[in-house]
């Protein structure tokens, strides 16, 4: 009898979960940050499309910093580009204090952007850390597993942006007819509970910063085993591989416009339950419920992955995805809601298979391979705007017009399906490779 691979040997348990952790950190990140398009919105009185640069500082510094990373990692070591990561991470957290200080929206865009350069550190080496860390049969179920922690870093960032931030913003409260007291409030009133409410949102940022500063120096004074090549960087002949590989291209692609669903439909989650008279505090309530069903989809892809392959998985599941999403933009009033929550589930197998898929045979190539991967959440910061710019076509609100008979919110959800659709050719694509 054939004995299956194991999933991480025995004498890689402890970096395994030493590194696994970092996901959970970079989730906490991902979904603090989510609602504040939301927050900023309101507090300083911007349109969607001004609001939605929040996300594109924030997946921009992925794309710029990702491949700069790949060097630096192939050129020292695994720890040395985690510490580095985790220190750009806390120093962009640190950098809330002086741009609340200023009031400054710029300086807090500046300050998301340094933060997700040490976040792009950190996926960069991350993620090929975990598929190198065992059998090469089970790299995608063991990529799926670490990537499993992620969504609990994230319910825990959406728990301190409900109780810490939005209910704690002055420019969110109602009168007793449910208007907001903001908007009728004269400028100088406005200038007095903007200060205040930059404040509540720096806070949380702030303490963050000091965690991940504590994390970087446990890390530091702790030894663990990885691999250090000080070898030349041929990244010219790296580069004609990967090209010539069309499962890499195709994947990097499928990455980039997933990862742009998947920060469309978690952003404007609350812009979507405000048309239905949910204010966004207890609109987190629906993103709690979204990174929960998630949570669930990734370990049941985990235990499916054992009997069905990545890909066939991922049609299913893209499918799956593309009818959640039609349900969000047409079904009327809390069942659209629902549809828009379940599309976490069919989403929840997504990076990690196409990322495993992806770099499956890369080999070495696999470190400058997961660097592109990390530049295409690129997706994340492009595909918000232009769903904020089909927002704003009506006006700033979130229902100015009707587009194919339902609110232009709804509507924009187009976009994600799209994504959808691509993730969708590319596991067809795969699939039908491997049956040859």
Do not use: H
């Amino acid at each position: 009898m054939t004995q299956k691979p194991v999933l991480v040997p025995k004498e890689l348990i402890v970096p395994f979960i030493l590194i696994t952790s970092l996901f959970a950190l970079w989730g906490f990140a991902n979904d603090i940050t989510n609602p504040m398009v939301a927050a900023f919105k309101r507090v300083l009185e911007l349109n969607n499309t001004q609001a939605s640069w929040v996300q594109m500082a924030f997946y921009g510094g992925y794309f710029t910093m990702a491949l700069p990373a790949a060097f630096f990692i192939k050129k020292y070591s695994y720890k040395t580009g985690i510490l580095l990561g985790l220190g750009l991470y806390g120093f962009g957290a640190l950098l809330f204090y002086p741009a609340a200080a200023w009031e400054s929206y710029g300086f807090f865009l500046a300050s998301l952007y340094i933060l997700t350069f040490g976040l792009a550190f950190l996926e960069t080496t991350a993620n090929p850390y975990i598929l190198s860390m065992g059998p090469e049969a089970t790299a995608t179920q063991r990529l799926n597993l670490a990537q499993a922690f992620n969504p609990m870093g994230a319910l825990a960032g959406l728990f301190v942006a409900k109780q810490f931030i939005l209910n704690a913003l002055q420019s969110n409260e109602t009168d007793a007819d449910g208007n907001i007291i903001f908007n009728s409030l004269d400028e100088a009133a406005k200038a007095v509970i903007r200060s205040a409410d930059l404040m509540v949102i720096r806070n949380p940022y702030v303490m963050l910063g000091l965690v991940v500063i504590a994390i970087l120096v446990v890390i530091a004074l702790m030894k663990m085993p990885e691999s250090k090549e000080t070898g030349k960087v041929e990244f010219k002949a790296t580069m004609g591989r990967l090209l010539k590989n069309r499962n890499f291209v195709e994947g990097t692609l499928a990455q980039m416009f997933y990862v742009g669903a998947q920060i469309m439909v978690w952003t404007y989650i609350y812009q979507y339950a405000e048309v239905l008279g949910i204010s966004n505090a207890d609109a987190v309530n629906y993103g709690y419920t979204a990174l929960v069903v998630f949570l669930v989809g990734r370990w049941i892809c985990t235990f499916l992955l054992r009997y069905i392959s990545p890909t066939k998985l991922l049609s299913i599941f893209s499918v799956l995805a593309i009818l959640f999403t039609a349900g969000a933009i047409f079904l009327p009033g809390m069942a659209g809601l629902y549809s828009l929550v379940a599309i976490s589930f069919a989403m929840s197998l997504m990076f990690p298979t196409i990322y495993g898929i992806a770099l499956d045979g890369l080999g070495e190539d696999s470190k400058f391979a997961a660097a592109y991967l990390v530049m295409a959440i690129v997706g994340g910061a492009v595909m918000p705007t232009l769903q904020g710019m089909i927002m704003d076509i009506g006006g700033s609100g979130y229902d100015d017009t009707l587009i194919l008979g339902v609110p232009e919110v709804n509507f924009s959800f187009i976009l994600p399906l799209a994504c959808f659709v691509m993730v969708l050719l590319f596991s067809l694509r795969v699939k039908k490779v491997e049956k040859l």
